[in-house]
């Protein structure tokens, strides 16, 4: 799919996005609006996925480590056929399939129930470990948030995947340069972020992470055969990205946007 | 108790190709037949035991049978979180080992004492706590756990701690192992007060009481008939672990008979760590002492319960 149209797309999800958070009054948008052009890459025309396999035992795996950003995944599974709209129409309800925040095999596609942050990569190098010991070629995707980048568990995962030569697990990271209530940089030092990948034994590169070439020609690094280093992808993002309104601004990590907002938004993507 | 586990877990790699284990940077030398009969098997995942634990989960996810390895407090305390979420939310079938479990390193002092990991284990839902008497219990444990559709937590001594059991006993999760028959008191053994459990019953044989001793090789979930049977038929029930009166096994007794109706009769007494931190230098023996667990300590107390 060219550029345009995957901007189509990234458009027309950042606008069911919103109207989700409208709609079910759940928080975290600008954590999702971010990393909605990370998901567009990866799942039209990167990970090796069929949703109507949703369980080969060869699929890529993608872990959303920073399940926040939930409503992001449940659209992007959503468009590519892994389930039914109803799921998404029922989303946050009581008893529905899909929560805020996923559960375990809530629904096809989801790998792995996150939320608490610092988790996923850990899983993901076991599944991609697990990958090497079974003769699968299939291929492990982790999608970190530069808040979660905080939590020590992500520094002795990052350690691990050098050690055990894993060149078969990517990394992205969402940098959107905001936490839950402050700057990155400021509350824990995070830059030079691709340099401290680099140090910890990872082959990294930077890019803007609304640029669907640059995500790509990052991405594709990590097909490369025989590779021995796993792969970190710091991705420059804008909280909010896509509503001139919500870029940038931290309210929006809590904030549920209401009619006016939605429409004044949707007007803005062009998915009116 | 660690070198049957490395033994045993070894002749179970020989059979099972889906076996992996990961340890914490401890077991030097321990797991080196296991590494030339399952190469690429082993794990040494450094001094990182999160990482350890989550990574098993993805492993677990993809079809792996992982077992973690590492010191008993290092493995439960500070990765509390991987093992709820990961493993017991996910429903994760990793095995964890717990290696040198309550009092077994107490020369190391309290940052290697592991007397509260039980306790915050048994919380989480679907976890099954085990902690088996001897290393004959500990091999048919093993087994168990992993024919066991969750995480298993198993919390071991050191080793050269003394057998109890003749032969290996027939162990099932959720089962205790009777191994004298009593009439007035029963002592429910966890872990490895197992060999103490045996001394106390003897002394208060000797005085012409009637002891029996159990070995409750599973604390989750906890053999409740035998239980019953107990609290019914005898006059003084004890409970002995190298673990806090707090959460463990005299914890988890308690919570079962406060539901029981009037005819559960006999008395409980617990024995186990006080509800404190232990600051002096010690030895195993010597912490022993200071926690009450030894066989003059539990029989005068059963005796004196008794009496009273």
Known sequence: ?272 | MRNAFADEITKIAQQREDMVLLSGDIGNRLFDKFKDVSPGRFFNCGVAEANMVGVAAGMAASGLQPVCYTIASFLTYRVIEQIRLDLGYHHQRVILVGTGAGLSYSSLGSTHHSVEDMGMLRLIPGLAVLAPGDEKELRPALHAALDYPGPVYIRIGKKGEPVVHETEPEFAIGKALRLREGKEVWILALGNTLPLAVEAATQLESRGVSCGVASMGSLKPLDTKLLGDVFTSAKVVATLEEHSVLGGLGTATAEWLAAQPAQAKARLVTFGTPDEFLHATTHQPSAREWAGLTSARVAGRIAEKLRN
């Open chain 1, 1 to 272: 799919m060219d550029h345009t149209k995957l901007k189509h797309v990234a458009a027309e999800l950042r606008g069911e996005v919103i109207e989700l958070s409208h709609r079910a009054k759940t928080p975290h948008l600008g954590s999702s609006l971010s990393c909605i052009d990370l998901l567009v890459a990866l799942y039209w025309g990167f990970l090796r996925i069929d949703p109507k396999k949703a369980d080969s035992a060869d699929r890529d795996r993608f872990i959303l480590s920073k399940g926040h950003a939930a409503p992001a995944l449940y659209i992007t599974l959503c468009r590519r056929g892994f389930f039914s709209p109803q799921l998404l129409a029922d989303y946050a309800k009581d008893g529905a399939a899909l929560a805020e925040q996923p559960a375990p095999h809530c629904a096809p596609g989801v790998e792995w129930a996150t939320g608490s942050l610092g988790h996923g990569l850990s899983v993901g190098i076991g599944m991609a470990l697990a990958a090497r010991i079974q003769k699968h070629d299939y291929r492990t995707v982790v999608l970190l948030s530069d808040g979660e980048c905080n939590e020590g568990s992500v520094w002795e995962a990052a350690m691990f995947a050098a050690a055990q030569k894993l060149g078969s697990i990517t990394v992205l990271v969402d940098y959107n340069k905001w936490q839950a209530t402050g700057r990155s940089e400021e509350v824990m030092a995070l830059a030079p972020l691709r340099d401290k990948w680099e140090a910890f034994g990872w082959e990294s590169y930077e890019v803007d992470g609304h640029d669907f070439g640059q995500i790509r020609a990052a991405l594709v690094r990590g097909e490369l055969p025989d590779r021995t280093k796993p792969l970190a992808i710091v991705a420059h993002t804008i909280k909010g990205r896509g509503v001139s309104f919500m870029e940038d601004d931290n309210n929006w990590h809590y904030r549920i946007p209401n009619a006016e907002e939605l429409a004044a938004a949707r007007k803005e993507l062009g998915v009116e």
